[in-house]
């Protein structure tokens, strides 16, 4: 950096790493991940293995970390382990819905008329539904696994993605590339996957990011309720579920599960806020103080 | 210290990853600006004008890195987000910019918005706030202020607009207004009315100006003093004289075509798209409120290698009519004839591969290309068969290196990517080439080599050439002939060698902007100070221009005059035209 130069303007460098939102962020998500990738490496040991009688529910110690549950099984390993589930049920919930919901806006910001009016009808249907009611219902009404609640998940995360895609699209088509586009007379399918969804990407990706918080935050709370992931599976949810009548006597067994699901939560909301301001360009509006 | 600001060795760079990496935008700029004192800064577009006044304001983007002293009443602006430089940004420098549309909020009303920032500045309530609005407005000379107050923006014209957030950058009462481009975005009338508006408000305020702008001609009209902006600094300094009368200048472009240069014999070939009775706009149209449609009633002929101007202002219906022709928008009535079939009755892949034959070159070069696509990539594309030998040969057709395929539109200037536009329209191989505004987005020195490469491409290629414009010198200088829009409809429609005394009113008061239009017989206009005056709105069946036409006549406001041949191949609507001269 050069002599005199403002500090506060220069955020140069790695404009990236210096945001103060997207730094944390990454460093949270990248750590859970590598985190659930490595599981069976970094966790201290099995995560099902069982203690001896003296082992059950022990205090947080230097042989148990985190202490240790009911059964003696080792807190901390069964926290490592059920990053896995959280990610990959954050994850893959929000890829359905991030891809049912563009291929709805798209299909509603760029076709005629009355494909619009049929599919945002259809989604205000879905929308005056309470999620959480229907997500239970269907997870009631069936045998409770994993891939279930994934499913169920993406199936009812869909609409806001819809929403806000053919918002984007609506906006996108009256520009002139658009325009330019139809005019070299490429096809619809053409104009909507070259030109407009191109153009919708960082919209799209922010609004993936956003949601994943939220998903693994349903997805905890379908375990607690124990209609999410099944024994042997690790869940954070599940952890806690488990650990709710001993709040006082073992209170390391809600606790940690508990706050591995805030930093979750937290870190992906920091990166998908800071993504935001740097991709979306309505969002670049730091330095000014209106 | 008199100085109200003074900036030394202003430097200001982007380092690090992305696009403008390592480039330095400005290298050493000065400037001092004393307290009333009207400044322009002249520089071609992509010099760092609008970075520097970012860099006055303390709003660079981020990652740039900024050297140097700004002064502001000899206090020196450290941190741009610290008290000092943000009370300077509230109470002392006002910014207007060059587009008023997004500059204002489209879900306020203009009032709402005015008020708002009298009432951050001085704390009133917020009735009181709105009072200060309306008179804000009405110094900024808005008819009407006070109904004006509750119009969304949307509902205003581009000066109308302009002039808010010139009211709107009065409510904090600053010592220095910068304008960046200001009235880059209007027409050649609202353009001056505009200019004088600011003279007005500066004197009366007793306020500094910083007026930016590419255009030189203007600064005469506005400044005392001249900067001029090139490689990063700021480098002549010229004492003018008082400002002088205003006075639009002469365009290069706009000479006499006396030797007919430009001029082919008329009447061999058959047009290539004929339009006739096309009524066209969006939404539903000839309502009870608004009977006219903002396109009702044209008839086009458009004709192989030549090139037929279109005039108007904004919202005469000129894009409406140039998106109803290339069929980005159905008319609502009438026929139009493509190489002898009906354009409007095809559908799906015949209207795909038909419709090549229109293109459009869009005002906006920035708009019009796709941010994501490489340059390259899109030609391709366009060209349809991905073949990118054909698109490094259209790049070398519209005088761009071949090395340009592998850019993304944000890496060319405006010229370039116009050029990068029109190798687009080329690559279809049209028939008809519809250019709406082509050099209204660029400075100077590109608008007229991109005129001059249009021309040739026309000639070459014998293409049809629709060009649109509120310019009389452009158009005069490329087209053989001429129809002018106003209301929707053709007011009149002349060869550019026929020089009459007899024009249509509207004609005369646009041309009137521009003096060096109009020729010796039609100055008469001039001298006997005619113009344009708005008495009542436009009535709603007769000719759009009574209610503000000098010559009108009582049957004006009730019947739609015919469009007559007054002489040959010289249509006119109106029958007073030419009464009242010498
Ligand atoms: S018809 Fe009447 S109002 Fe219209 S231009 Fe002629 S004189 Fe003016």
């Known amino acids: ?290 | 210290m008199s100085d109200l600001l003074r900036v030394e060795n202003l430097r200001v760079s982007f380092p690090g990853p992305g696009p403008e990496s390592g480039t330095k935008i400005l290298t050493g700029a000065d400037l001092v600006i004393g307290p009333g004192e009207a400044i322009a800064l002249v520089g071609p577009s992509g010099c760092g004008k609008s970075l520097l006044t970012r860099a006055l304001l303390g709003l660079l983007p981020d990652g740039a890195d900024w050297t140097g002293t700004i002064r502001w009443r000899g206090e020196q602006l450290r941190d741009p987000r610290g008290r000092n430089w943000r009370k300077v940004r509230g109470e002392g420098m006002a910014l207007v910019l060059q587009e008023p549309q997004t500059s204002l909020n489209p879900v306020l009303s203009v009032g709402d918005q005015i008020a708002e920032t009298v009432r951050v500045h001085s704390g009133v309530s917020r009735s009181e706030a709105r009072g200060r609005a309306v008179s804000l407005l009405a110094e900024m000379l808005v008819p009407d202020p006070s109904e004006k107050a509750d119009c969304y923006p949307h509902q205003l014209s581009g000066g109308m607009r302009q002039r808010v957030l010139l009211a709107a950058a009065m409510a904090c009462d600053p010592d220095l207004l910068i304008a960046d481009e200001p009235t880059t975005a209007l027409d050649v009338t609202v353009q001056r009315e505009i200019l004088a508006l600011i003279n007005r408000v500066r004197r009366d305020r007793g306020m500094a100006l910083l007026f930016i702008t590419h255009d030189a001609e203007l600064v005469p009209l506005v400044a005392t003093r001249r900067a001029e902006m090139s490689g990063g600094r700021i480098i002549t300094h010229n004492h003018l004289d008082r400002p002088a009368v205003l006075n639009a200048a002469d365009d290069s472009l706009s000479r006499e075509p006396s030797g007919g240069a430009f001029i082919r014999p008329a009447g061999e070939k058959s047009p290539v798209l004929k339009a006739r009775g096309l009524v066209a706009g969006y939404g539903p149209v000839r309502t009870a409120a608004c009977p006219r449609a903002p396109v009702d009633g044209v008839d086009i002929d458009l004709i192989p290698g030549r090139a037929l101007g279109l005039a108007g202002e904004s919202g005469c219906g000129k894009t409406t009519l140039a998106r109803a022709l290339s069929r980005h928008l159905i008319p609502v009535e009438g026929t139009i004839e493509l190489e002898g079939e009906d354009f409007l009755s095809f559908r799906g892949s015949r209207l795909q591969a038909r419709r090549r034959r229109v293109q459009m070159l869009f005002q906006d070069p920035a708009g019009s290309l796709n941010p994501r696509q490489v340059v390259g990539r899109a030609l391709s594309e366009a060209v349809g068969n991905n073949d990118p030998v054909r698109a490094a040969d259209l790049l070398t057709e519209v005088g761009l290196f071949r090395e340009l395929a592998s850019r993304y539109p944000h890496e060319l200037s405006g010229g370039q990517r116009q050029r990068v536009s029109l190798a687009r329209c080329l690559a279809a191989d049209p028939g008809v080439l519809i250019a709406d505004e082509p050099t209204s987005a660029l400075d100077m020195g590109s608008r007229n080599r991109i005129l001059s490469l249009l021309m040739r491409t026309m000639e070459r290629r014998g293409l049809a050439l629709l060009l649109i414009s509120h310019d009389f010198g452009v158009l005069h200088a490329i087209c053989d002939r001429v129809d002018v829009m106003y209301g929707g409809v053709v007011v009149e429609s002349y060869r550019v060698v026929e020089r009459s005394r007899n024009r249509h009113p509207y004609t005369l008061s646009m041309m009137a902007a521009a003096p060096a239009s109009l020729n010796r017989g039609q100055r008469w206009w001039l001298d006997a100070g005619k113009g344009l005056q708005k008495r009542s709105g436009p009535s709603p069946a007769g000719c759009p221009l009574a209610g503000q036409c000098p010559l009108q006549k009582p049957h004006c406001i009730n019947e739609l005059p015919p469009l007559v041949e007054v002489a040959e191949g010289h249509f006119l609507r109106c029958p007073e035209a030419g009464e009242g001269g010498p």
């Open chain 1, 1 to 290: 950096m050069k002599p005199g130069t403002s500090s506060d303007l220069s955020t140069s460098g790695d404009r990236w790493w210096t945001d103060p939102r997207l730094r944390p962020g990454l460093v949270i998500t990248l750590g859970l991940g590598l985190l659930a990738l490595l599981a069976p490496v970094i966790a201290p040991g099995d995560p099902a293995a069982l203690g001896s009688a003296a082992d059950r529910l022990a205090a947080p110690s230097g042989s148990h970390l985190l202490g240790t549950d009911l059964l003696g099984r080792d807190v901390l390993s069964r926290l490592v382990h059920g990053s896995r589930v959280s990610l990959l049920v954050g994850w893959v919930s929000v890829l359905v819905a991030v891809l049912l919901g563009t291929a709805v806006g798209l299909a509603a910001g760029m076709g005629p008329r009355w494909v619009d009016r049929f599919l945002m009808n259809t989604t205000d249907v879905f929308l005056a539904f309470p999620r959480i009611f229907l997500i239970l219902l269907l997870v009631s009404l069936t045998t409770p696994s994993l891939l279930l609640v994934m499913t169920v998940l993406g199936l009812t995360g869909w609409m806001g993605v819809a929403r806000l895609v053919r918002a984007e699209a609506l906006s996108l088509r009256e520009r002139d590339f658009v325009a330019a586009a139809r005019g070299l007379g490429l096809s619809s399918w053409r104009v909507a996957t070259g030109h407009v969804l191109p153009n919708l990407l960082p919209t799209i990706i922010v609004a993936a990011t956003l949601r994943v918080g939220s998903a693994i935050l349903a997805e905890s709370f379908l375990s607690f309720l124990g209609l999410g992931a099944q024994e042997p599976t690790v869940s954070w949810g599940s952890m806690i579920q488990q650990g709710r009548g001993y709040l006082l006597d073992g209170w390391w067994l809600a606790t940690f599960p508990g706050l591995a699901i805030a930093l979750t939560v937290l870190g992906y909301n920091l990166l998908g806020e800071g993504l935001r301001r740097r991709l979306d360009p309505r969002g670049g509006r730091e330095g000014r103080d209106e």
